[in-house]
């Protein structure tokens, strides 16, 4: 399945890519999370609970951060399982400044899935994830909110 | 014709379905029984590491746990039909282990099963089981299984080929035949996958009596004594004797209840294990990954024409997949049910099909409605249609030059055909003139033109298929490789008051047994239809039996029961005969009873009946009772045939197709119950619309279906379907006591080709020339556009 998107989020890329970088930041916004602990540098363990609509689930697996270019972008490793089937990724993250003094944030990947997960159709999970998607990038806004507060 | 026979009698069994009161295995509970749940691969083709079940089985209610480590796994279910290499070499049969061990070689392949006190407690311990699998690239395309370095299924030989094997003429001199042909018409597509999806999934219980050492095995199955000889000679080697299998209700099969699924020799197996019945009811979704699928070719074929239309010679190269295991008929389906229909309805001269088998990493397939037939079928009626499409000849007038002429098999010899089968009866010009009859062809033809004017694409497709069905006699399907006989039991019982219990080894899941075999066994003892009982689904009610499939039950079945009957009436002549204080030679018997010929001296049935039962005043050295049982071999294949048509319009801006007529025109030999005759034809042909327009298994890549669910595998709903207009021709059976052919797969194995036909039809002035299947919108509007 391919993933792509983007957001404008209303801060500068620096402070952005912080965010991205902070493991806490990252669990608090990123939906389901229940748990991330570090394994090493860039390396976590993630357990956590995705329910949208018929795709109901616990997740445990490894998430890792790749390919980091300094503000501007790195790759995202997932490799998670579920007794819904697994589900292993590599989405591309960009930052780019926007015209407005925020972040674009564009990213690009492809999910690979088995099991019910597969079976249960793309479309289904197409929407899944920009569901989960739209959550993240809204948390993501909150916390630059409060941020600013 | 006699009271019942030929009449649309109400079918009997829909009484207590229609209220919900059928009793399918799902129903059935045992005191104690327990439930069970598996743990299935979430991936094509892995490596298991390692299995965990240290947490499931602390869960609430587990009552066992068993893996591949466990005794079970040390055997495995068994394939029912050996297809050689044609260079000799034997078929490569895998073992195929009730709970995979080492390796995953399908998508949902059984890992572990769990077993607990309730459904919803061995489901959830299910989930605490920890299975480590290192994936591995997988292949589920069975042309791609063949190429250089494509993953192999199974270790144990170097390629994935289960067998590789042709039937015809000589494949050099087909092939100079095509190099002379004045046009050769060429196709190159896939026959897809599809999936059976019978109504009710699924389902067993197993039993084991400590008292007696024996066992029952509640199943869903279409051939419960097939089950019983596979899974205790084979799989778990069980003294047969000691060994039930009861198949009451089962709704619907399709082909895909032939197959001894390894989920009932493990049930039966665990049964005994735990001392406690357990339940297994397979849910959609596992239907979906574990019902062995029907077709999976792909096809190349070139059919060479002379400068009239007339057929001179047919090639063929098929790559047919059969899952990662061979089911029980699976080496069949492409094969005998398949290459010897290669010669369809016409006389082509040279004909030469050659099929690789290969193993790929899907769950397998065996027989799915019409089995091989429609898919040989498909092809037929395809490249013939395509053959006059580009000659610039009409569709039916192609057939009509090609034609075998009629023949009744009595007067006429049979016809023998170049693919090993000699045809029984045949009339294939008059089913085609209905047909064209039934639809004003000429005035259709007009229409279409006037239609495109406006911009409106209408077009026809015509089917003449050939099907052979009563699978059949045994000498010959043992010749072509399969392991069992294929005769059929029928017991008549005459109960002490003239009450009939009929016993047959065939078996309904949805083809009203009850009512047709009834009718006849009423009208052939001239008694009442309520007075007569047809029990099926019990090995320890019924002899023996072969089961149902291949549309063979009225054809073997019903003609066992006829031979039974015969001895009935010849031994009720003799008590007769005493009662009467005749010769047996002045009796004749009609409507119930035997009378002296030119006199109004008689006595009934029901008296000779009791007679025989209380043989006080007796023929001297006759045996007491009446009741007989006969297995019937037949001679021959039945080889119904007809006409489909179907009528469609194509939406020129979407491509959406819909269809708006379909006429079937079938002779199934003589008819018993029209309306059953209807109702047959009606859902094969829904389900051959199915294939044309909306059905197929996809898999991707890495083996992940990616149609599991309704939600992307397109199942036929009423609106797809327009009234079905059915007729038929009547072309009697030449070597069976009912002269009938079979009806339950003609439906499917005409409609398909007839749909894509319209299709290729209504888009042939846009240069449309093949589309593939399933002719989904953007499939045919693509199609449009090139």
Same mark, same amino acid.
């Given at each position: 399945?391919?993933?792509?998107?983007?957001?404008?989020?209303?801060?500068? !890329?620096?402070?952005?890519?912080?965010?991205?970088?902070?493991?806490?930041?990252?669990? !608090?916004?990123?939906?389901?999370?229940?748990?991330?602990?570090?394994?090493?540098?860039?390396?976590?363990?993630?357990?956590?609970?995705? !329910?949208?609509?018929?795709?109901?689930?616990?997740?445990?697996?490894?998430?890792?951060?790749?390919?980091?270019?300094?503000?501007?972008?790195?790759?995202?490793?997932?490799?998670?399982?579920?007794?819904?089937?697994?589900?292993?990724?590599?989405?591309?993250?960009?930052?780019?400044?926007?015209?407005?003094?925020?972040?674009?944030?564009?990213?690009?990947?492809?999910?690979?899935?088995?099991?019910?997960?597969?079976?249960?159709?793309? !479309?289904?999970?197409?929407?899944?994830?920009?569901?989960?998607?739209?959550?993240?990038?809204?948390?993501?806004?909150?916390?630059?909110?409060?941020?600013?507060? | 014709?006699?009271?019942?026979?030929?009449?649309?009698?109400?079918?009997?069994?829909?009484?207590?379905?229609?209220?919900?009161?059928?009793?399918?295995?799902?129903?059935?509970?045992?005191?104690?029984?327990?439930?069970?749940?598996?743990?299935?691969?979430?991936?094509?083709?892995?490596?298991?590491?390692?299995?965990?079940?240290?947490?499931?089985?602390?869960?609430?209610?587990?009552?066992?746990?068993?893996?591949?480590?466990?005794?079970?796994?040390?055997?495995?279910?068994?394939?029912?039909?050996?297809?050689?290499?044609?260079?000799?070499?034997?078929?490569?049969?895998?073992?195929?282990?009730?709970?995979?061990?080492?390796?995953?070689?399908?998508?949902?392949?059984?890992?572990?099963?769990?077993?607990?006190?309730?459904?919803?407690?061995?489901?959830?311990?299910? #989930?605490?089981?920890?299975?480590?699998?290192?994936?591995?690239?997988?292949?589920?395309?069975?042309?791609?299984?063949?190429?250089?370095?494509?993953?192999?299924?199974?270790?144990?030989?170097?390629? @994935?080929?289960?067998?590789?094997?042709?039937?015809?003429?000589?494949?050099?001199?087909?092939?100079?035949?095509?190099?002379?042909?004045?046009?050769?018409?060429?196709?190159?597509?896939?026959?897809?996958?599809?999936?059976?999806?019978?109504?009710?999934?699924?389902?067993?219980?197993?039993?084991?009596?400590?008292?007696?050492?024996?066992?029952?095995?509640?199943?869903?199955?279409? &051939?419960?004594?097939?089950?019983?000889?596979?899974?205790?000679?084979?799989?778990?080697?069980?003294?047969?004797?000691?060994?039930?299998?009861?198949?009451?209700?089962?709704?619907?099969?399709?082909?895909?209840?032939?197959?001894?699924?390894?989920?009932?020799?493990?049930?039966?197996?665990?049964?005994?294990?735990?001392?406690?019945?357990?339940?297994?009811?397979?849910?959609?979704?596992?239907?979906?990954?574990?019902?062995?699928? +029907?077709?999976?070719?792909?096809?190349?074929?070139?059919?060479?024409?002379?400068?009239?239309?007339?057929?001179?010679?047919?090639?063929?190269?098929?790559?047919?997949?059969?899952?990662?295991?061979?089911?029980?008929?699976?080496?069949?389906?492409?094969?005998?049910?398949?290459?010897?229909?290669?010669?369809?309805?016409?006389?082509?001269?040279?004909?030469?099909?050659?099929?690789?088998?290969?193993?790929?990493?899907?769950?397998?397939?065996?027989?799915?409605?019409?089995?091989?037939?429609?898919?040989?079928?498909?092809?037929?009626?395809?490249?013939?249609?395509?053959?006059?499409?580009?000659?610039?000849?009409?569709?039916?007038?192609?057939?009509?030059?090609?034609?075998?002429?009629?023949?009744?098999?009595?007067?006429?010899?049979?016809?023998?055909?170049?693919?090993?089968?000699?045809?029984?009866?045949?009339?294939?010009?008059?089913?085609?003139?209905?047909?064209?009859?039934?639809?004003?062809?000429?005035?259709?033809?007009?229409?279409?033109?006037?239609?495109?004017?406006?911009?409106?694409?209408?077009?026809?497709?015509?089917?003449?298929?050939?099907?052979?069905?009563?699978?059949?006699?045994?000498?010959?399907?043992?010749?072509?490789?399969?392991?069992?006989?294929?005769?059929?039991?029928?017991?008549?019982?005459?109960?002490?008051?003239?009450?009939?219990?009929?016993?047959?080894?065939?078996?309904?899941?949805?083809?009203?047994?009850?009512?047709?075999?009834?009718?006849?066994?009423?009208?052939?003892?001239?008694?009442?239809?309520?007075?007569?009982?047809?029990?099926?689904?019990?090995?320890?009610?019924?002899?023996?039996?072969?089961?149902?499939?291949?549309?063979?039950?009225?054809?073997?079945?019903?003609?066992?029961?006829?031979?039974?009957?015969?001895?009935?009436?010849?031994?009720?002549?003799?008590?007769?005969?005493?009662?009467?204080?005749?010769?047996?030679?002045?009796?004749?018997?009609?409507?119930?009873?035997?009378?002296?010929?030119?006199?109004?001296?008689?006595?009934?049935?029901?008296?000779?009946?009791?007679?025989?039962?209380?043989?006080?005043?007796?023929? #001297?050295?006759?045996?007491?009772?009446?009741?007989?049982?006969?297995?019937?071999?037949?001679? &021959?294949?039945?080889?119904?045939?007809?006409?489909?048509?179907?009528?469609?319009?194509?939406?020129?801006?979407?491509?959406?197709?819909?269809?708006?007529?379909?006429?079937?025109?079938?002779?199934?030999?003589?008819?018993? &119950?029209?309306?059953?005759?209807?109702?047959?034809?009606?859902? +094969?042909?829904?389900?051959?619309?199915?294939?044309?327009?909306?059905?197929?298994?996809?898999?991707?890549?890495?083996?992940?279906?990616?149609?599991?669910?309704?939600?992307?595998?397109?199942?036929?709903?009423?609106?797809?379907?327009?009234?079905?207009?059915?007729?038929?021709?009547?072309?009697?059976?030449?070597? @069976?006591?009912?002269?009938?052919?079979?009806?339950?797969?003609?439906?499917?194995?005409?409609?398909?080709?007839?749909?894509? @036909?319209?299709?290729?039809?209504?888009?042939?002035?846009?240069?449309?020339?093949?589309?593939?299947?399933?002719?989904?919108?953007?499939?045919?509007?693509?199609?449009?556009? @090139?």
């Amino acid at each position: 399945m391919k993933i792509k998107g983007n957001y404008k989020l209303p801060a500068s !890329r620096s402070v952005v890519w912080d965010m991205v970088m902070d493991p806490e930041i990252l669990e !608090r916004v990123t939906p389901g999370i229940k748990e991330l602990k570090e394994l090493s540098q860039d390396q976590y363990e993630a357990v956590s609970e995705v !329910r949208v609509g018929p795709v109901k689930g616990n997740f445990t697996g490894k998430l890792s951060i790749k390919d980091k270019t300094e503000e501007e972008g790195c790759t995202l490793v997932i490799d998670q399982k579920s007794k819904m089937g697994n589900v292993v990724a590599e989405i591309v993250m960009n930052l780019a400044s926007s015209d407005e003094g925020g972040t674009d944030v564009t990213y690009t990947g492809e999910a690979k899935m088995s099991g019910t997960l597969a079976s249960m159709g793309q !479309r289904i999970m197409s929407g899944v994830v920009s569901t989960l998607s739209k959550q993240f990038f809204k948390s993501m806004e909150e916390e630059i909110d409060k941020r600013s507060a | 014709m006699g009271e019942f026979i030929g009449k649309s009698v109400k079918r009997r069994e829909d009484a207590r379905f229609l209220k919900g009161m059928g009793k399918y295995t799902d129903d059935i509970k045992l005191p104690k029984m327990t439930h069970s749940a598996f743990v299935r691969s979430p991936y094509a083709h892995a490596k298991i590491e390692n299995v965990d079940i240290s947490e499931a089985e602390k869960a609430d209610g587990v009552v066992a746990i068993f893996t591949g480590k466990d005794a079970c796994g040390e055997y495995g279910v068994p394939c029912g039909w050996q297809v050689d290499f044609k260079n000799g070499e034997t078929m490569r049969e895998p073992k195929h282990p009730l709970l995979a061990k080492d390796k995953i070689r399908h998508l949902g392949e059984a890992v572990t099963i769990v077993i607990a006190e309730t459904l919803e407690q061995a489901r959830d311990a299910a #989930e605490l089981v920890e299975v480590d699998y290192e994936e591995l690239p997988a292949v589920t395309d069975p042309k791609k299984a063949m190429e250089e370095g494509a993953p192999l299924v199974h270790d144990d030989w170097d390629s @994935n080929a289960a067998f590789d094997w042709c039937i015809g003429n000589d494949r050099a001199e087909v092939e100079a035949a095509l190099e002379k042909a004045h046009h050769v018409t060429e196709m190159e597509y896939r026959n897809q996958r599809l999936a059976p999806n019978a109504m009710e999934p699924r389902s067993y219980i197993a039993d084991y009596d400590v008292n007696g050492d024996k066992y029952t095995l509640y199943t869903s199955t279409q &051939n419960p004594h097939l089950i019983r000889l596979l899974m205790c000679a084979f799989v778990l080697g069980l003294p047969e004797h000691k060994v039930r299998i009861v198949s009451k209700d089962v709704g619907g099969g399709f082909g895909s209840k032939i197959y001894h699924y390894t989920e009932e020799a493990l049930l039966t197996w665990a049964a005994k294990e735990i001392g406690r019945p357990v339940k297994w009811t397979s849910d959609r979704s596992e239907a979906f990954l574990t019902d062995a699928h +029907g077709r999976d070719h792909v096809v190349k074929s070139r059919m060479g024409f002379d400068k009239d239309g007339k057929i001179v010679a047919h090639l063929t190269d098929e790559y047919c997949g059969m899952g990662a295991y061979l089911s029980t008929f699976a080496p069949a389906v492409p094969t005998y049910l398949h290459g010897t229909l290669f010669q369809g309805v016409y006389t082509t001269p040279l004909i030469h099909l050659n099929v690789i088998a290969p193993f790929t990493h899907t769950v397998p397939v065996d027989a799915y409605r019409g089995a091989g037939r429609p898919e040989a079928t498909y092809l037929l009626e395809r490249i013939i249609s395509k053959g006059a499409q580009e000659m610039g000849m009409d569709a039916a007038e192609i057939r009509y030059k090609n034609f075998i002429p009629p023949f009744d098999g009595v007067e006429e010899a049979g016809y023998q055909t170049q693919v090993a089968l000699q045809y029984d009866s045949g009339n294939y010009e008059a089913a085609l003139k209905k047909g064209l009859e039934r639809l004003g062809y000429d005035d259709f033809r007009k229409e279409q033109s006037e239609a495109r004017k406006n911009g409106r694409l209408l077009g026809v497709g015509i089917s003449t298929y050939i099907e052979g069905c009563g699978i059949a006699p045994s000498a010959v399907v043992g010749a072509l490789g399969a392991r069992a006989g294929l005769y059929e039991v029928g017991q008549v019982r005459v109960q002490p008051t003239g009450k009939v219990s009929v016993f047959t080894g065939a078996h309904s899941h949805g083809q009203g047994h009850e009512t047709v075999f009834a009718q006849f066994v009423a009208d052939k003892l001239g008694i009442d239809m309520a007075d007569v009982e047809i029990e099926h689904g019990d090995t320890d009610q019924v002899a023996f039996g072969m089961g149902t499939y291949g549309s063979r039950s009225l054809a073997v079945g019903g003609s066992a029961i006829i031979k039974s009957i015969d001895k009935i009436l010849e031994k009720g002549a003799k008590i007769a005969a005493h009662k009467l204080e005749a010769a047996e030679d002045d009796l004749e018997y009609a409507s119930g009873k035997w009378t002296v010929k030119g006199t109004d001296k008689s006595v009934s049935f029901g008296d000779v009946a009791l007679t025989a039962y209380v043989p006080h005043n007796y023929p #001297e050295g006759l045996e007491p009772g009446l009741d007989f049982s006969s297995f019937y071999d037949p001679s &021959n294949f039945t080889y119904p045939f007809g006409t489909h048509i179907a009528v469609v319009e194509v939406d020129a801006d979407t491509g959406a197709v819909e269809l708006q007529r379909f006429i079937a025109v079938d002779d199934v030999g003589n008819i018993m &119950n029209p309306m059953i005759v209807e109702g047959q034809i009606h859902g +094969g042909v829904a389900q051959g619309v199915g294939q044309a327009l909306l059905e197929e298994v996809a898999y991707d890549e890495a083996g992940q279906m990616i149609t599991g669910s309704y939600m992307d595998y397109a199942m036929p709903r009423a609106d797809d379907l327009p009234m079905i207009e059915t007729e038929n021709t009547v072309t009697p059976c030449p070597h @069976n006591p009912l002269g009938v052919k079979g009806a339950g797969e003609a439906g499917a194995i005409g409609s398909t080709p007839a749909v894509v @036909n319209a299709v290729v039809d209504a888009l042939a002035h846009l240069g449309v020339t093949d589309i593939q299947m399933p002719l989904k919108p953007q499939t045919v509007w693509k199609a449009m556009q @090139n």
